[in-house]
């Protein structure tokens, strides 16, 4: 008999000559099993346990018949606001530090490698949502079903100002101020003139694409000046590290919170079946949409590159997926995005460092897909017309609008201005799809971070050569400094070796023999260590008497050899035989 090991428990197995037979696994077997699942998946079950929670118990909540008022939504939400406050509090030190140390562990070779395989497939996958979104808005057309008219009060700003003040906040004027506020163009009129204008005013809200602008030009400073740089690239090194903490400590809580933030989201709609009901074919137009780019589109093209099991990769990014369910936020997901990739799916951190932050704030496949749709669906219902050159334009500009889109809740109805301009259709159009935007921009969210992630994981996949250079490179580095250290401890050991003799007694006689240390070999000299300690390259035989190594250096003679050539008559010499 034999045992085999079977995870914490053993089964006996009978050994023959031909067959060996092993006892079925027990039921501890099966709980084993099912508790290793549960730790290891605790944090995603957690997250889908208080979603569902937060669901019925907003339903249950509006049983009452008396409407809830704005204080009594604003306690209900309070501890979600707590989640929403601690995530965004890691957001502007983890991106400033993780872009810093990412682009200085890189060469700038690499890193303008992997930036530019970063942008074409975040462009490229962009794009592709958008004609997928088209293709269904056109086929499915929800906006011919009997809709009501809404209206929205929105000022329009022309496509020319916004995209102006995404380039102006690129440069802000001021780093400190650009962590909570931003610019941004309003409508202004002059009553005298009756005259509408744009004008940039300064608004609350950090300015995302400025300090990821800030962070990649310190790096770049930071690699150009290199050694005298040091100390603070180590203090962006620290702020990163304690960044990954607080995010760590934060996630845990993330359960309770998002069962109040989505408690609280369907306790303050004032007829959620209504609104469903009127925007049904809208909302199942952008969610199919929103499904196949996210579950189709993307793993298609990560098989394609790196021929792995994508959705084992889309198992990895669950927790980070939720949480943007729930707080319809990229940037306050970011913290636990660059954690699921790292942890879960074994990303490079140089890779996540420099890819994901770039990712969060450019990559929006999903708000892309999302504007396409609601800019086609909001022409339909005004009996526009689509030819190849609207539907080229949306393309175009629902591309770059989803780009600049911030990664902050609803930020896409923003962007959808420039794409309603650019094709001419009505900007009050927006208020008719305002009721079901809050629902539809968390999967649209959840669809961006997921499309940030499989990005740095093809970026990855992409850069592993190089990758594997930079590691090579940093083992040759190291080692040349170890060895240049050790040199100078060597000489530095020979420099300061003094010639103090010892007596020994040899052949009945008292003889003193220096402690001889010949002096380092001067550049250029040709000459090996065995060459400088002999004269023209000859060992030197020195006699058994007194011997001392005190003589004149300069001329490589040694004062007791000068004794022994005076008085070679006197003095026995010993051969090399004795």
């Known amino acids: 008999m034999a045992m085999a090991e079977n ?143 809404e209206t929205s009060n929105r000022d329009e700003v022309s496509a020319l100002a916004t995209f102006l003040n995404l380039v102006r906040n690129l440069f802000p004027d001021n780093m400190v101020e650009m962590c909570f506020r931003k610019k941004v163009p309003k409508m202004m009129k002059n009553l005298a003139t009756n005259e509408t204008y744009s004008k940039v005013v300064t608004g609350e809200g950090t300015n995302m694409l400025g300090v990821v602008s800030v962070s990649i030009m310190i790096a770049a400073c930071i690699n150009h000046i290199g050694e005298k740089a040091e100390a603070l690239l180590k203090l962006f090194e620290a702020i990163n590290e304690v960044s990954i ?28 079946r209504t609104a469903f009901s009127k925007l049904a074919f809208y909302c199942l137009t952008v969610l199919l949409g929103l499904g196949l780019h996210g579950f189709i589109t993307l793993p298609l093209t990560y098989y394609a590159i ?9 198992k990895g990014m669950l927790p980070a997926m939720l949480t943007a369910l729930a707080t319809a936020s990229s940037l306050a997901t970011l913290p636990v995005t660059m954690r699921n990739l790292e942890i879960n799916n074994k990303v490079d951190p140089r890779v996540i460092a420099f890819v994901a932050p770039v ?33 080229l334009t949306i393309s175009v500009t629902a ?54 992630a499989f990005g740095a994981a093809v970026v990855h996949a992409l850069s592993l050569k190089d990758l594997e250079r930079m590691d090579l490179e940093d083992q040759l580095r190291a080692q040349k400094t170890a060895l240049e250290a050790l040199q100078n401890t060597y000489l530095d050991h020979r420099n300061s070796s003094t010639h103090t003799g010892t007596t020994t007694e040899y052949g009945g006689q008292d003889t003193t023999v220096s402690n001889y240390c010949p002096p380092p070999l001067q550049p250029g000299s040709g000459l090996t260590v065995e060459q400088a300690e002999s004269d023209e390259g000859q060992p030197k035989r020195f006699p058994s008497t007194a011997v001392d190594f005190h003589g004149d250096r300069s001329k490589g003679t040694p004062q007791g050899e000068e004794n022994a050539a005076g008085g070679a008559a006197e003095q026995p010499t010993h051969t090399d035989k004795e």
């Open 245 to 272: 903490i607080l995010v760590t400590a934060f996630i845990w809580y993330s359960p309770i919170g998002v069962l109040f933030l989505v408690m609280s989201e369907v306790i303050k709609q004032e007829d959620p």
């Open 359 to 391: 990712g969060a704030n450019i990559n929006m496949d999903g708000t892309a897909l999302y504007e396409a749709v609601a800019v086609i669906f909001i022409g339909q219902t005004v009996g526009k017309e689509m030819d190849f050159v609207k539907v």
């Open 399 to 452: 591309t770059a609008a989803a780009i600049g889109a911030a990664g902050v809740p609803q930020a896409g109805l923003v962007t959808m201005v420039i794409v309603l301009t650019a094709v001419g259709f009505p900007v009050d159009g927006i208020g008719l799809i305002l009721s079901v935007d809050w629902f539809l921009d968390r999967f649209q969210t959840s669809i961006n971070i997921l499309g940030d």
């Open 7 to 149: 995870g914490n428990n053993f089964t006996t197995a009978a050994v023959d000559e031909n067959y060996i037979t092993v006892k079925p696994p027990t039921p501890q077997d099966g709980r084993s099993k099912l508790r290793r699942y549960v730790v290891s998946n605790l944090l995603i079950l957690l997250l889908i346990t208080s979603m569902i929670l937060g669901v019925v118990m907003g339903v249950l909540l509006r049983l009452r018949d008396k409407a809830y008022t704005k204080d009594e939504v604003t306690y209900l939400k309070f501890p979600g606001d707590l989640l929403l406050g601690m995530l965004k509090m890691t957001i502007i030190p983890l991106i400033m530090s993780s872009l810093v140390t990412g682009m200085c562990s890189m060469d700038a070779r690499v890193s303008e490698k992997m930036g530019l395989r970063a942008v074409v497939y975040y462009m490229t996958t962009t794009l592709l949502a958008v004609i997928l979104g088209i293709i269904l808005v056109v086929t499915i057309k929800p906006g011919t079903k009997d809709q009501s008219k």
């Open 306 to 314: 790196i021929r792995k099991n994508p959705f084992k990769f889309i």
